[in-house]
């Protein structure tokens, strides 16, 4: 009888739908329960450029914008991460 040994699991690397760029894995805050997400922190990403006029109910001038993020033990849902965008205006 042979045993067929088992490679390791090689984490797959998840890339931002609008830029191509590599999603970094990001730990949330313990008090939203999120655990691991991936973001994607390309101050280039479209996603993230356009994003201040997505944000509604927010003061003018508001430095606020949203990173493209995944939820891996979500199966891997993307969503609208809240961000700093001050920089980038």
């Not at 280039?44 to 201040?52: I, L, M, R, T, V």
């Amino acid at each position: 009888m042979s045993q067929v040994s088992q490679s390791p699991q090689v984490p797959q690397v998840r890339c931002c739908p609008h830029c191509g760029v590599a999603l970094d894995a990001w730990i949330g805050p313990p008090e939203t329960g999120w655990g691991e997400i991936l973001v994607c922190n390309n101050n280039d990403c479209s996603y993230f450029k356009g994003s201040p006029g997505s944000i509604r109910n927010t003061e003018e001038g508001q430095p606020l914008g949203t990173r493209y993020a995944e939820d891996p033990c979500n199966n891997y849902e993307p969503f609208s991460l809240v961000a700093w965008h001050g920089a980038c205006r």
